[in-house]
């Protein structure tokens, strides 16, 4: 941190004076360090001039030395690193000169501070070590404190964070001794910024969180922003973007109210980092412009520079590769006018994956060897192991994997040194990437079972935290898939499922794990099945498990590992607990087609006429594509069961969650549901856990008169998007029909109109035995704990039952029912769809019925009508589910009338 000498800091036998002028210039100091510290940089820099003339005039030479040092600082600020250490330097001789000790500290702590912003942090070290130095010997505890604040972000910004965390753990210390609670809030935040940088995200927030209630209780806006900035980052690196950018939006709020325009500069740059992280390309370039336009405004090389280099990777990853050139180069001629040289490096290694993405190798080559040049020069641990790692995804792409193999390790050995989990893991998964695509398939198990450990201790360190967990498994999941296709490469495919399996809805199952388990005060981590275990699962459900796993085929873009799909893994569980295992080539979708799974599943949901197809980019049909019943169905369609009242449970991965398996039809126009009976699933564990939840239900069984039946609530008003005006939504006279139906099957009375408000509902759905909610459903697919079932308004409540409230609820319904809109879609995550279903599930409920698309009002009140009825003669909630299907289907022939419905969970 900078340090700005004010009046009090000089000489006490200077201070006696009475000079008007002295007086004046002691002013001007003190005026220009408050407009500094309200962001006012171009008049704190005339306050200090005007006093810098007035000391010289004056022979004051503490006072020009105080004047020289804080615009040192001024021009740091502003990017101006050069003018900066010449006032430093200046400062300093001034200070030895009159034998000043306080003074020649301050001036090496800013020199420290100057190199640091430069990327040199082996000589900002060295001042920084002279000024605690000379802190130490004139017992200056604060300067003390603050010189071990300075050397923590060096170290930090080396890849030290061992160092950094000593150091600033030596400043805490120090700071809650003195009782310096400003301090205390800054050395926490720090801590928060290594523990971040460490991988360690749980403890990285758990210090910036009280780093930032001290700022708050001190009403120190500014520390305040940091720390703000700093939690940001790290939900950012947890993948929880949603919290990151709510963080960041508070964090912008304060530096517009203390007029920080530095700081509302680097906030609106992290919100542009989010929205890139989210895929919301056009939303980022928005933000980094603006935070561009800031740097530029008030002169910021520095921040000009970083939002160059910010703005070239976004559009990079937009595929306008040559515009990204542009920027990045820009960025380079920054930072090298400025003498930036970790600037330099960044950017650098930007250009070296950029010319990568446009498959100019040699030029990616060249320039990530420079940056990595750069990062040895500067001793930046972590910017070399970036650089290492980049060069061995560019000798990849070569097909070099010798080459591949050896940067990467380098990388893996930086990782470890510095104790950054996070790469560790990236280099373990890079590293047994090389091995399997050169063949050497016993080093690329060993390796990428070492890379899911990692994995599985970093979600361990986040407890009981499942939004963290669901966000943090997206950017591990990749090393989950390729030891499956190593195992399938060893031909152990049962191996590969266990593999699937562990990949899969984990942070669902700790969290089922947890609430089933009796000792709530302590996190459980569940254990994934084995075979034998997962073979169980099959015969206690009596069902035919038939699991999917997409691969895919790896390449970088803008330095990003993505890929396009390769293959389909499918295994088959039958009741008897025998396993087997199909593969589907599906790279000719992409070869010849230039379509994916995806496309495949919005070009079937277009022909069901369920989605618009003025919404998607995919054309369809074209002659020759194979329809998701080959792909999905074909391969394993000897080894379904001939009896369709027999149990088939699908669990899907990623878009397959989309897919509407009862509408599949075969070569003869047979829909699948004619011959099977169908549910779905998470994963195989999850399945597990909800016959443990209904086998709870059984032992309290509920009054059958329980029932809550719902039907066309007053509707309320919402946005059809951010900003726009509520309306109110249209009602449902088919639901409302539907409910007036159902509830004498049940027991019960139906609840319409102004009747069904949230906060009724809401009372009633913890004691019912089963919960029919006959509605619109609203479906947010970014967030997923944003969709909603809209109930009446009533009060101050909006009338929106979101996912996100029902995940608090405990509930002992053994059937929930959510005849509306979109209720099974979400955010589709590694971890399955993040939504209304799953929420009810997390709830306590075994068996959920929810829909796919938005159903029409009239075929699915014909359909409820059915299932209940079927349920009153059967209590298997599958087979009635198809019936009614069936049902339907001969007064309402289109799938869209009929297949949008899915059972999730339990049968009975």
């Known amino acids: 941190m900078s340090l700005l000498t004010t009046p009090d800091s000089l000489f006490p036998a200077i201070a006696k004076t009475t000079d008007a002028r002295k007086t004046e210039a002691d002013r001007l100091l003190q005026q220009g360090i408050q407009q500094y510290q309200t962001g006012q940089l171009p008049a704190a820099m005339n306050s200090w001039q005007q006093a810098l003339q007035i000391y010289r005039a004056l022979k004051n030479r503490q006072g020009e030395g105080a004047a020289l040092g804080n615009l040192g600082v001024a021009y740091r600020a502003l990017g101006n690193n050069a003018k900066g250490i010449e006032y430093s330097q200046q400062s300093l001789a001034i200070a030895r000169e009159i034998k000043d000790r306080l003074g020649e500290g301050m001036a090496l702590g800013n020199l420290g501070n100057a190199y640091h912003v430069l990327g040199n942090n082996a ?99 500014k520390e305040e922003g940091r720390a703000l900035h700093t939690l940001g980052d790290a939900y950012k690196s947890l993948g929880n973007y949603a919290q990151a950018i709510e963080y960041t939006q508070q964090r912008l709020a304060i530096a517009r109210e203390i007029k920080d325009r530095r700081g509302e500069g680097w906030a609106l740059g992290n919100l542009g980092s989010a929205y890139h992280s989210l895929g919301n390309y056009a939303k980022a370039i928005e933000y980094l412009q603006l935070s561009l336009a800031i740097a530029r405004e008030i002169k910021d090389r520095y921040g000009q520079g970083a939002t160059l280099n910010s703005l070239g990777i976004t559009y990079g990853s937009l595929g306008d590769l040559a515009k990204a050139i542009e920027y990045l180069q820009q960025s380079l001629a920054i930072a090298r006018e400025i003498k930036d040289r970790d600037g330099e490096r960044a950017t650098l290694n930007s250009l070296g994956i950029t010319y990568g993405s446009l498959g100019d190798l040699a030029k990616a080559i060249k320039y990530l060897q420079q940056s990595l040049a750069i990062a040895r020069e500067i001793k930046d641990r972590d910017g070399e192991g970036k650089a290492l790692n980049n060069l061995g995804s560019t000798y990849g792409s070569l097909g070099d994997y010798s080459q591949a193999i050896e940067y990467t390790q380098q990388y893996l050995v930086i990782a470890r040194e510095i104790k950054d989990r996070d790469g560790e893991g990236k280099a373990l998964n890079n590293l047994g990437s090389a091995f399997l695509r050169a063949g050497n398939l016993t080093e690329a198990e060993k390796i990428l079972v070492n890379g899911i450990q990692v994995w599985e201790s970093m979600r361990q360190m986040l407890g009981s935290n499942d939004a963290n967990k669901i966000s943090i498994f997206e950017g591990q999941a990749r090393t989950y898939r390729m030891l499956q296709e190593v195992r399938v490469a060893q031909n152990n495919p049962i191996a590969a499922l266990e593999i699937a399996e562990r990949g899969r809805a984990r942070a669902f199952v700790d969290l089922l794990t947890q609430r089933l388990s009796s000792d709530s005060a302590n996190p459980v981590i569940a254990t994934a099945p084995n075979q034998d275990q997962i073979r169980q699962i099959a015969k206690a459900q009596n069902a035919t498990l038939v699991q999917y796993s997409i691969i895919y ?117 047979t829909y699948l549901i004619q011959k099977h009976t169908i549910l779905t699933a998470p994963s195989i564990q999850v399945l597990d856990l909800t016959r443990q939840q209904r086998q709870k239900l059984v032992q309290k069984p509920a009054n059958s008169s329980n029932a809550l039946v719902l039907g066309n609530p007053t509707m309320p008003s919402v946005s059809a998007y951010l900003g726009a005006p509520k309306q109110q939504l249209s009602p449902l006279p088919g639901a ?173």
Not at 167 to 185: P, T
Request: net charge negative; glycine share 8%.
């Open 123 to 221: 000589k900002a070290i060295e001042y920084t070590q002279q000024y605690l130095a000379i802190a130490r010997e004139i017992k200056n505890r604060l300067g003390e404190g603050m010189a071990l604040g300075n050397l923590a972000a060096a170290y930090h910004s080396l890849g030290n964070y061992a160092q950094a965390i000593e150091c600033s753990q030596q400043w805490l210390a120090i700071a809650r001794e003195i009782k310096d609670r400003q301090s205390q809030g800054a050395a926490l935040d720090l801590l928060g910024g290594a523990y971040y940088l460490l991988g360690n995200s749980t403890q990285a927030i758990e210090y910036s969180q009280q780093g930032l209630a001290i700022a708050r209780e001190i009403k120190d806006r």
């Open 553 to 669: 085929e790896d390449f970088q873009i803008q330095g990003i590992q993505v890929g396009r799909e390769s293959a389909l893994y499918i295994w088959v569980i039958q009741p008897t607990g025998e396993i087997t295992f199909r593969e589907v080539d599906i790279k000719p979708l992409w070869q010849q087609h230039k379509a994916s799974l995806t496309d495949l599943i919005i070009g079937n949901q277009e022909f069901l006429a369920v989605r618009s197809r003025s919404s998607t980019g995919f054309v369809q049909p074209q002659p020759n594509l194979p329809t998701l019943h080959q792909l999905l169905i074909d391969p394993i369609e000897t080894l379904l069961p001939k009896d369709p009242n027999a149990h088939v449970i699908f669990i899907p991965q990623r878009s397959l969650f989309q897919v509407p398996f009862p509408a599949l039809q075969d070569a003869n126009g």
């Open 736 to 908: 409302e029909a539907e409910a007036r139906a159902i509830a004498p099957l049940l027991n019960t009375q139906a609840i319409t109109g102004a009747q069904g408000t949230k906060a009724a509902i809401v009372q009633k759905m913890p004691q019912a035995s089963i919960i029919h909610l006959a509605t619109h459903g609203l479906l947010d697919d970014v967030r997923g704990l944003g969709s909603a079932i809209a109930l009446a308004p009533s009060g101050s409540d909006d009338g929106l039952l979101t996912a996100e409230e029902i995940f608090d609820m405990k509930l002992q319904a053994s059937l929930v029912v959510l005849s509306a809109c979109n209720t099974g879609e979400g955010r589709i995550t590694g971890d399955g769809v993040i939504g209304l279903s799953r929420a009810l599930i997390s709830a306590g409920v075994p068996s959920v019925i929810v829909s796919l698309w938005a159903v029409p009002d009239a075929p699915t009140s014909e359909l409820m009508q059915s299932f209940y009825q079927n349920l009153q003669n059967n209590p298997d909630k599958a087979q009635a589910l198809r019936q009614a299907m069936l049902t339907t289907m001969k007064t309402h022939p289109g799938p869209r009338n009929w297949a949008a419905f899915t059972l999730i969970g339990e049968a009975e």
